[in-house]
């Protein structure tokens, strides 16, 4: 309630005075206030903010709406670029697809077929056996595919393989990123303004442990297994998308921030916790959406675009690993809405509320090398858990050390104020009775 001398005592500043008293519930003034009125020859002005504003309610849902939405488009701008210019990221998601047996298969089938192409096997063949057998090398090529292909699944899986795989995606995402920002770096290069996957010396290695001849595999023509991913023409429109994504990735998501903070300024002071509560509800909301969606999408998008059925499970494999950072974002969403609304109802008003506080009241009222000692030890637990990967990057790991940090205090302040001399005999009498 605030109070303020603003001019000379009328018959209508008793009116006033009548009608806040109607409006509010105080019948009069105190004497003492009174007296200050009448001695000061002035109104007392009294308002409240206790009324509701029915803008802010109406500002606050329309708020939340627009972020929550808003929200699901930049995760997926995160998303698309860290996918897109971290090479690292892209270095793992390609060491991650190699390593599902499915993609090994058809990666072992790609690649002899290269071979089988590029080089005359059968003459490989050929120069093992006797003269009178020359007849049968054709034959014995083709009976070899099958093994061949076996072997080469084994040799896909090993380490070695997994190492030059590893340089040679690292290698034309390094190229990528160079060509779409103008930039090339020493040790990067690109053939005609294409991006290539260069495969040449894996399929020496496969055609090595198949049992092709050293010279045999030195024909392979410097462009063998060379696999373009990009032409010029797809760079050029490439470059002018990812600057776009460049801005959007960071832009969005300070803005989804500055939403969430405004739909909590627009709430009324007495039900800013709960609307912290209300913000982590539309944090899962986004988060389950982003999940339900990359289901959707991956599901059409194998029906329209993979014609042979027989290669929907690679191409089910490839979706899923390659999208895996987006549902990494949004188990972090989920992770972090669950939080907020745990604390939003644990630093509530409500009776089970009330009766949490006060049973946790001992452990937040500890000293406080005790009460962080075990903070610290439930976040390495949340760490270690992680939860659909949600805590793998050092940014949501900081966020989480944050909001831990902010709850904790929020809630030692309301238990050392409210139950200053709790303890653990109490809470567990009161609990059990």
Request: charged residues 20%; negative net charge; hydrophobic residues 50%.
């Amino acid at each position: 309630m605030v109070l303020r001398v603003e001019r000379p005592l009328r018959v209508a500043d008793a009116l006033a005075i009548q009608k806040f008293s109607h409006r509010t519930g105080v019948r009069e003034p105190s004497v003492r206030l009174r007296q200050e009125c009448l001695l000061t020859a002035s109104v007392c002005a009294m308002t409240t903010d206790s009324s509701p504003r029915p803008w802010r309610a109406r500002g606050k849902t329309t708020l939340l709406v627009l972020t929550t939405l808003l929200a699901v488009v930049a995760a997926v701008t995160v998303w698309a670029r860290s996918q897109a210019l971290d090479t690292d990221e892209w270095v793992d998601l390609s060491s991650d697809l190699l390593a599902e047996p499915e993609v090994q298969e058809s990666l072992a089938e790609h690649l002899v077929d290269k071979l089988y192409t590029e080089l005359n096997v059968a003459e490989e063949v050929e120069a093992g056996l006797p003269d009178d057998f020359g007849g049968v090398a054709s034959l014995l090529a083709g009976a070899l595919r099958g093994p061949a292909t076996d072997t080469a699944e084994r040799v896909l899986a090993s380490d070695a393989v997994a190492t030059v795989w590893e340089q040679a995606n690292r290698t034309t995402h390094a190229t990528f990123v160079a060509l779409v920002r103008d930039e090339t770096p020493p040790g990067v290069s690109s053939t005609d303004g294409e991006v290539a996957l260069e495969l040449r010396e894996l399929m020496q290695e496969v055609g090595a442990k198949i049992g092709l001849s050293g010279n045999r595999l030195d024909q392979l023509p410097e462009d063998a297994g060379r696999i373009v991913i990009f032409d010029s023409d797809q760079l050029d429109a490439a470059s002018s998308a990812i600057a776009i994504l460049d801005f959007l990735s960071w832009f969005l998501v300070v803005l989804v921030a500055a939403m969430y903070i405004g739909v909590v300024f627009l709430a009324e002071p007495a039900d800013r916790v709960r609307t912290v509560g209300v913000v982590g509800a539309s944090l899962v909301a986004a988060g389950l959406v982003l999940i339900i969606v990359r289901a959707i999408a991956i599901r059409s998008a194998i029906a329209v675009i993979v014609e042979n059925p027989g290669n929907h499970s690679v191409a089910n494999i490839a979706a899923y690993v390659s999208t895996s950072l987006l549902a990494q974002i949004a188990w972090t969403g989920v992770a972090y809405g669950v939080m907020l609304m745990a604390a939003s109802w644990l630093l509530g008003k409500g009776k089970l509320a009330i009766k949490a506080q006060r049973f946790v009241a001992p452990a937040f009222n500890a000293e406080p090398l005790a009460l962080w000692g075990g903070t610290v030890a439930v976040l390495l637990v949340a760490l270690w858990w992680s939860p659909g990967r949600s805590f793998q990057s050092w940014v949501s790991v900081l966020l989480l050390v944050v909001l831990v940090v902010l709850g904790v205090l929020a809630l030692r302040r309301r238990t050392t104020t409210e139950w200053p001399d709790a303890s653990w005999s109490d809470s567990f009498s009161r609990s059990v009775t």
